[in-house]
């Protein structure tokens, strides 16, 4: 199943918003860069899964932008293992 994006949110702009997450967002960075072999800066996203900010990388950019299969999970501690993104569908909340 595709993963597709609505809203691109780059690292680069992640590490201006949050300085104090922005050595560890490069070193994720840096992560997926070896495994999709692409130094493009502007491909490279940050989302969110389980609580966790995650580097993707974006693999098609016309709307809607279709991301990689694997992401970089981080947190202010450490950066975690090489993941891959699983879409499920859910209802959508109306409050």
Do not use: W
Not at 67 to 73: D, G, S
């Amino acid at each position: 199943m595709k993963n597709y994006l609505d809203n691109v949110y780059t690292v680069l702009q992640f590490k201006k918003d949050y300085p104090d997450l922005a050595e560890q967002a490069e070193k994720a960075r840096n992560a997926l860069a070896y495994f999709v072999q692409s130094d493009d800066q502007d491909n490279y996203v940050i989302i969110e899964v389980e609580g966790y900010k995650c580097v993707a990388f974006v693999v098609k950019t016309a709307y809607p932008d279709e991301l990689a299969e694997t992401i970089v999970p981080f947190d202010k501690d450490r950066v975690y293992p090489i993941q891959g993104l699983v879409t499920k569908y859910l209802f959508k909340r109306y409050h």
